[in-house]
């Protein structure tokens, strides 16, 4: 018993990946300022401790990876772009 052609229910794989990767780069703005925040929910026992080093090298690390974070969906998002270039782009 044939109902008719079967209708395509998934997105073909390319269009689903940019779109997630999209998603990826739109949500990167939240998890930096989610990120940048932790510190200030540390407890403040002293007011001459409260921004101890520790807290700048959690801040100086998140910085940078939100870095490698853009610049990975960036390339990412340029090599799905163009099915025609093969390999990172010049």
Known sequence: ???????KIFLEQAGYRQRRLRDAVRM???LGIVLFSIPLLWPQ???EL????????????VWVLLIVLSA????????DGDP??????S
């Open 1 to 7: 018993m044939s109902i008719g052609p079967k209708s």
């Open 28 to 30: 990167l703005p939240v």
């Open 45 to 47: 026992d002293d007011a």
């Open 50 to 61: 409260s921004y101890s080093s520790g807290a700048l090298v959690y801040v100086f690390g």
């Open 72 to 79: 990975f969906l960036a390339r990412m998002m340029h090599v």
């Open 84 to 89: 025609k270039q093969k390999g990172p782009p």
